[in-house]
């Protein structure tokens, strides 16, 4: 989970958010390095007079600052292509779990079991044990298996919501009438939290989401 004053991503517990943190940084390396050479080109024409005339009117210099950018471009979108076909692969899953989303609460279907689901609901901050923590325990947590491909079937009952466990790069939208899916698998065990991630109405920050795993 966030650690006070954590300014990056939190630790990575499953490939995709391992991959999702990669591509960060190798975009914003390049970002860096372009907000760099734009600004020393400001801080040299704000500096410097204008000499050779004769540039303004280079095809040279259009050429690279035309083909110079598709480059960049190219060598984002291709990361990022990868990592959207890694994330929309459906393999053959070992667990499929159906999660439905209430004002204010979630409720789990464990679908390949007969009658085995359950609600989530906040724990209220006067009934935490010690070591618990406020506004993200809940009831009854979710207990999935480690390093195996679990399938992931997120609706809504009524409004909008969104199914977001960050360490596990999972953020599927729960929307009335339609079934989204999304598959998941953690790469060691331990206890993460989520949230709703969608502003769903007054109580839109008491759905807080735990995996046991």
């Known amino acids: 989970m966030a650690c006070p004053a954590q300014l990056g991503f939190q630790d990575a517990a499953s490939p995709i958010m391992e ?7 190798h975009t914003l390396m390049i970002v860096f390095l372009i907000s760099s050479l734009v600004l020393y080109i400001i801080s040299l024409m704000l500096t410097t007079e204008l000499t050779h005339t004769s540039t303004m009117d280079a095809q040279e210099v ?19 292509l990868r990592i959207l076909y890694m994330m929309d692969e459906i393999t053959t899953p070992s667990l499929t779990l159906k999660t439905m989303g209430h004002q204010w609460y979630w409720s789990y279907e464990y679908t390949d079991y007969e009658s085995l689901c359950f609600d989530s609901y906040m724990t209220p901050p006067l009934e935490l044990d010690p070591g618990e923590l406020r506004m993200l325990e809940v009831d009854n947590r979710v207990v999935l298996p480690t390093e195996m491909s679990i399938r992931m079937l997120i609706s809504s009952e009524d409004v909008l919501h969104s199914w977001t466990v ?46 046991e795993l």
Not at 19 to 25: A, G, I, N, R
Not at 64 to 78: G, H, N, R, S, Y
């Open 19 to 25: 991959e999702l943190m990669y591509f960060h940084d």
């Open 62 to 80: 259009e050429t690279v600052w035309t083909i110079l950018p598709a480059v960049i471009l190219i060598l984002i979108a291709l990361p990022s």
């Open 166 to 211: 960050p360490s596990l790069g999972v953020k599927t939208d729960a929307i009335p009438g339609r079934l989204n899916q999304a598959t998941l698998m953690t790469s060691r065990p331990g206890i993460y939290y989520g949230q709703c991630s969608e502003i769903c109405g007054a109580n839109h920050s008491f759905m807080p989401i735990v995996l």
